[in-house]
């Protein structure tokens, strides 16, 4: 072998350990298992097995449980680009499952589900930070119950599309798809028709501040271990601003939001999807 074939060689292997780093941290964010991820031709064939799925971890909290990190109000409809808040990584979560809260954290709780419960279809842009402090930009389209479809910028070639049951995460230039249940990934609290945080989860944290109310979910898994997801909405406009997934090896993956339309029709073939066809319909 020559000189300038084991270079090429060399070369190819480093794009492609790059590649399944950004798939893995993609993965992460939608999968939370939205979002270690790699793209193979027998993965596309058959969905992976539950124990398999990675979950990204939720941001951390401070003592109060509220996040810390710079805060600043994010508000929605052609805003600029905003500034995720990363939650501290030594955030204090209770670890018990049987945690309390007072009236005033259940309002706050019941404020989030009924926001989320009112949302039929949402449509806006995103900026997610990786575990490594990467930052990617978007766009993603939801459609309840069940359905979301999270596109990243070019040149990165991950496009993410859930159709109620299944969430496959796609990459366009190897021309692949792994899928994973959806039942199985923490984004289905933000794709339920109707949901009550406190009777239909494991709500581990409920905080707020003058900026954001949050609450965090906790989830265990046998198999898998156990994750996190923290939802942040606006203290005073009362809009989703972002959510934080955190998995079992406690890596977070922050993904912030705006731009939000509740009104945008969306056409019902951008959630659809196929085994045997890797392509996706027009944005």
């Known amino acids: 072998m020559t000189e300038n074939q084991k270079n090429r060689m060399a070369t190819r292997f480093a794009l492609s350990l790059k590649r399944v780093a950004f798939i893995r941290a993609a993965a992460a964010f939608a999968v939370a298992a939205c979002f270690g991820v790699v793209s193979t031709s027998a993965v596309a064939q058959a969905p ?4 398999s799925i990675p979950v990204p971890k939720a941001a951390p909290k401070g003592r ?9 109000p994010m508000t929605t409809g052609a805003t600029p680009v905003p500034n995720p808040v990363i939650p501290d990584p ?19 709780a019941a404020r989030i589900s009924s926001y989320l419960s009112s ?23 939801i459609q309840k119950p069940g359905k979301v479809r999270f596109e990243y910028e070019a040149p990165n070639p991950i496009a993410i599309v859930a159709d109620g049951s299944m969430v496959a995460v796609r990459d366009r230039n190897l021309s692949t798809q792994d899928l994973y249940p959806l039942s199985q ?17 494991n709500v581990v944290s409920v905080s707020a501040d003058d900026f954001f109310i949050s609450i965090t979910i906790e989830e265990r898994q046998l198999l898998t271990g156990t994750s996190r997801l923290m939802l942040m909405i606006g203290a005073k406009d009362g809009q989703l601003k972002q959510w934080t997934v ?12 705006y731009n939000l339309d509740t009104s945008r029709k969306i056409d019902p073939g951008m959630f659809k999807i196929d085994i045997t066809d890797h392509t996706f319909p027009p944005g």
């Open 64 to 72: 109060d449980g509220a996040p810390d990190g710079p805060k600043g």
């Open 185 to 201: 990934t923490p984004l289905r609290y933000l794709l339920s028709d109707r949901i009550d945080l406190m009777k239909d989860t």
């Open 246 to 257: 955190t998995d079992p090896q406690g890596y977070d993956t922050t993904v912030a939001v």
């Open 119 to 141: 949302l039929q279809t949402l449509v806006g842009n995103f900026v997610q930070v990786g575990p490594d402090g990467s930052k990617t930009k978007g766009q993603f389209y």
């Open 48 to 51: 992976i097995p539950p124990q």
């Open 90 to 108: 030594h955030r204090n979560v209770p670890l018990s499952i049987f945690a309390t809260f007072d009236d005033k954290q259940k309002a706050q």
